[in-house]
């Protein structure tokens, strides 16, 4: 555990990454895979107010790379059940928000350190829960730890806020006070960090949390949550419920839940932010939405790029965690004087992607589960239909699993379905352009803004993309994922979703209002 002060932490940095060709750290992964599998099957419970509660029904939880292996059985919240945990943390919340903010702190770097010491364990808790390879996982449980650490800072610099001006003759106050009870609704395919992230945002600014993860990762929060207690953290400032969509519109609507921070799929953010702002009866605010929602990114490839360089790049952001993030390259859109070696040379590499059960730490996976597997079926039908099949195109039997094979459709139309709607998962479109004139253009004819890069070796077209290229992270000549807390704030444009910027020193102003506070100087002394 840490013992330095909270006052006074140490400057931060980001988790480093695991070397899984080290023979001890593969052995004790290995290890890590053989325990949590040895812990498979478990029945979880609610948890509201600190007490657990056993529902009618349940969730069950399965490893999309064999479906058969159950992961874990979860009681499913009724709407009573919801109403229960925003009641539990509307009490919560009474003594949360006069806990002075190091105690806070204190708890989010405790839990950080306690994440540190099971690192492994929490990789195959998510290899096994949502189907993340080796490097995938490690990635997803150094963000976490990433989360904890830098929001802990960030709440104190908060806390030390002052106003630009003391104006004469007063004494100006700026504080950030906590909203109040927020709802907290991950994602299935980051389900450790962004799960964890927004948590400890909401809490470390003194709001209290009704969190209802995703029924496709639900034991992994419910792990995090009982890590949450061990770190010390007080009845009711984080409440579980697991359930559908029904409960989370009940949570939602709910008239004293004053903001949604939601990752997910553009039609369900958009379905919030809608039911936010109407009024319920006794609400006396305005409902605060914090959405991170889907993409449909490009990555420009101009034809004076290293052509290996792109390729790399686009097979990175377009299979890694088999394309199902919301910053993945689902369209490259390439100069047409090197259209045709960039398909060859894409063609080959993504061909030569191993496929199989990350457990084993194979390149690609499955997909999350049997409706997402349609759904890119479907998809690579449409995807044929419009365009020319390089490499995939079919499922794979592996296991029983969800697997789809890593699959590119050159000759794309930019305005095509495949080229504008978001598809989250191992599929890639290939558009030509005529020029970079042309390849901007269309990298910006989406109704999103989430993510982009370019592949340049160009001073003046790297400059424009930087003023045109219009998207929340932008990145040049490397792939377009992998953002790092502090040094890539995350969040995007147009229906990407509200710009949140998480891991950025924005973010926790969104859980937070500020109170200017002015007193007239010498009318009372400072003397007791």
């Known amino acids: 555990m840490s013992t330095a002060p909270i006052s006074n932490l140490p400057p931060f940095h980001n988790e480093p990454f695991t070397n899984f060709k080290d023979a001890e750290i593969k052995r004790a992964t290995l290890e890590a895979l053989a325990h949590v599998r040895s812990e498979l099957g478990a029945t979880y419970d609610l948890v509201i107010g600190g007490q657990r509660r056993r529902s009618g029904n349940s969730i069950t939880s399965v490893n999309p790379a064999r479906p058969a292996e159950i992961i874990g059985v979860h009681s499913a919240a009724t709407e009573a059940d919801a109403n229960d945990a925003v009641s539990a943390a509307q009490l919560a919340f009474a003594s949360w928000k006069r806990t002075p903010v190091a105690e806070r702190v204190a708890l989010l770097v405790r839990a950080a350190d306690l994440i540190r010491s099971r690192h492994l364990t929490f990789c195959a808790w998510l290899t096994l829960e949502v189907g993340k390879n080796w490097a995938e996982a490690d990635a997803d449980v150094g963000e976490c730890i990433d989360f904890l650490e830098f929001y802990a800072r960030e709440a104190l610099r908060l806390d030390a806020a002052t106003t630009p001006i003391q104006y004469p003759g007063e004494r100006n106050l700026l504080r950030y006070v906590p909203l109040g009870v ?227 459709i050159a000759d794309v139309a930019p305005t095509a379905r495949l080229a504008q709607e978001e598809v989250f998962g191992p599929l890639l479109a290939v558009i030509r352009a005529k020029d970079f004139e042309d390849a901007l253009a ?75 506070i002015a007193e007239k100087m010498g009318v009372v002394s400072d003397k007791a």
């Open 182 to 408: 927020g709802a907290v609704i991950p994602p299935w395919n980051f389900p450790f960090a962004i799960m964890a992230g927004m948590t400890a945002a909401a809490i470390v600014c003194g709001n209290t949390v009704v969190l209802k993860p995703s029924p496709d990762a639900p034991t992994i929060a419910a792990r995090f949550v009982e890590l949450l207690e061990e770190a010390g953290l007080p009845d009711g400032v984080v409440n579980l419920v697991q359930g559908g969509p029904e409960v989370g519109r009940a949570i939602v609507d709910h008239a004293q839940i004053r903001f949604i921070a939601f990752t997910g799929s553009k039609k369900v953010g958009l379905e919030i932010h809608e039911r936010a702002a109407k009024t319920q009866p006794g609400q006396n605010f305005i409902k605060r939405t914090i959405l991170e929602l889907g993409g449909k990114d490009s990555i420009i490839v101009d034809a004076d790029s290293d052509i290996d360089a792109a390729v790399d790049g686009v097979v990175a952001s377009a299979f890694g965690f088999n394309g199902q993030k919301c910053s993945a390259c689902s369209r490259v859109i390439v100069e047409s004087p090197v259209y045709d070696t960039f398909c060859d040379k894409l063609r080959e590499r993504v061909a030569s992607l191993a496929t199989g059960d990350p457990a084993e730490n194979f390149a690609t996976g499955p997909v999350i589960n049997s409706v997402a597997k349609k759904r890119l079926l479907d998809y690579i039908q449409i995807g044929e239909s419009e365009g020319r099949l390089l490499t995939g195109g079919t499922a794979l039997d592996i296991e029983g699993g969800y697997y789809i094979a890593p699959t590119v």
């Open 442 to 516: 269309i990298a910006n004819n989406t109704e999103y803004g989430l993510t982009g890069a370019i592949y340049t070796s160009s001073r003046e077209k790297l400059n424009r993309a930087r003023d045109e290229f219009h998207v929340g992270n932008l990145y040049l000549n490397r792939k377009c994922t992998g953002a790092m807390v502090g040094a890539h704030p995350f969040g995007g444009f147009n229906l990407s979703g509200t710009d949140s910027k998480a891991g950025g020193p924005d973010y926790l102003t969104l859980f937070t209002q500020a109170k200017s």
